[in-house]
């Protein structure tokens, strides 16, 4: 069992920027896939983003690419999400996943992510 603890969420105003945070206490994620997921009131949870474990690959959703990023720390302690020039349709609980095994043609699907953190809301201003 992967325990994901997840900060950083909160208020923030249309055009602005918010960082998510991610750490599974005990462990790195030098052996774990990363992701981002998603979900809005109403809505299916939707994949934001992820990083494989070799740290060498990002992926991410069109509706956020050029505006968010994700990255580790080089501890690989810490998984973040920078969030630029945010909009209001950004506005969801966002969950951080991991996966040790999880394959590329996978990875947009939930229910093909093994740990899922508590959720941090973010909430963008118009």
């Known amino acids: 069992q992967v325990q994901l603890e997840e900060s950083g969420g909160g208020l923030v105003q249309a055009g602005g920027s918010l960082r998510l945070s991610c750490r599974a206490p005990?462990?790195?994620?030098?052996?774990?896939?990363v992701g981002w997921f998603r979900q809005a009131p109403g809505k299916e949870r939707e994949f934001v983003a992820a990083?494989?474990?070799?740290?060498?690959?990002?992926y991410y959703a069109d509706s956020v690419k050029g505006r968010f990023t994700i990255s580790r720390d080089s501890a690989k302690t810490t998984a973040y999400l920078q969030m630029n020039s945010v909009k209001p349709d950004d506005t969801a609980v966002y969950y951080c996943?991991?996966?040790?095994?999880?394959?590329?043609?996978?990875?947009?699907?939930?229910?093909?992510?093994?740990?899922w953190g508590q959720g941090s809301q973010v909430t963008v201003s118009s």
């Open positions: 996943v991991v996966d040790s095994s999880i394959i590329l043609s996978s990875i947009r699907d939930p229910l093909q992510w093994d740990y």
């Open positions: 990083i494989r474990k070799s740290g060498g690959y990002q």
């Open positions: 005990g462990r790195t994620f030098s052996t774990y896939n």
